[in-house]
């Protein structure tokens, strides 16, 4: 899955390019089937929402499910990201984020290099997700709102917000929002299930909390080029990866030939 130069463009200018029904509806039952199953586990990788009981995101699936660990290596989620960063990348970090149905809490406003920056030591923003929708991502339940061209900011500063929801974060203080903003205004990507996005690491994001009776269950692979791999270890293997070999795909077709899915 190669992107046009179109594509590229828009990558480059805006920060962000949308990828409509990329994974088919077979694949996609397959993977969500297989998600809600992680959800209901009791594992550290885990993280709930503040009510203790919710799943809010689940790490690094593709080490403990086989659905999961094919995703990290499907070429159509793999090669766009390799021609954008140019060259071999690693995991760095993969997490399904659930933002459950009614109870789905918000994402404050944040870049993620911003965060692999300062608790991983990574070296360059030579890092970016691209995201896979297992739901729909619709204007009700929990869509996430891009500020384009924030990428070409660099690092903004940050506070670590531990109060607002259950997982800490660098987020960016209201009055930077508001200038961003009035530069590049907002744009919040939807589609059905099955659609993937990339966006780059420097870019400003955030989501709403999900307050509708929809799930929208999204799945993140943030991949690094190996020679941009981080330096400081002082978070959990499981958040923030530490084995830089090159990922290599598998085929196409590995999500549809598989059976089973089972969790080792
Ligand atoms: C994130 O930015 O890391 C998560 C946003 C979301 O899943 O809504
Ligand atoms: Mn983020």
């Given amino acids: 899955m190669h992107l046009t130069d179109t594509q590229t463009a828009q990558f480059d200018t805006e920060g962000w390019v949308f990828l409509p029904e990329l994974f088919d509806p077979a694949e996609i039952a397959l993977l969500n089937r297989e998600a809600h199953r992680i959800f209901a586990m009791d594992r550290e990788e ?3 929402e503040k009510d203790g009981t919710t799943a809010r995101t689940a790490f690094a ?3 403990y499910n086989e659905a999961f660990r094919r995703l990290g290596r499907h070429p159509r989620l ?4 390799q021609q954008l960063l140019d060259g071999d990348v690693y995991m760095h970090q993969f997490k399904i984020n659930a933002k459950a149905a009614f109870n789905g809490d918000v994402w404050q406003w944040h870049q993620d290099y911003g965060t692999w920056s300062r608790d991983d030591a990574m070296p360059e ?3 970016m997700n691209i995201a896979l929708f297992l739901e729909d991502v619709t204007e009700f339940n929990g869509a996430l709102m891009f500020i384009p061209r924030s990428h070409r900011a660099g690092v903004l500063q940050a506070g670590h917000d531990v109060q607002t929801t ?4 660098w ?3 209201a009055e930077s929002i508001t200038r961003l903003v009035d530069e590049g205004g907002m744009v ?3 589609g059905k299930a099955g659609s993937a996005m990339l966006f780059h690491s420097n870019l400003v994001h955030a989501s709403p909390a999900n307050i509708s009776p929809w799930d929208r269950t999204i799945v993140y692979l943030s991949l690094c080029h190996v020679d941009n791999h981080i330096r400081q270890f002082k978070r959990p293997e499981w958040m923030a990866h530490r084995d830089f070999t090159p990922l290599q795909a598998l085929g196409d077709d590995c999500l549809a030939t598989m059976e089973g899915a089972a969790a080792k």
């Fill in 61 to 63: 699936a593709q080490n």
């Fill in 46 to 48: 885990v993280f709930r």
């Fill in 188 to 190: 919040s990507p939807k």
């Fill in 171 to 173: 987020t960016i203080d």
């Fill in 78 to 81: 793999l090669d766009p990201v």
């Fill in 125 to 127: 923003p030579r890092a």
């Fill in 166 to 169: 259950s997982y800490p974060l």
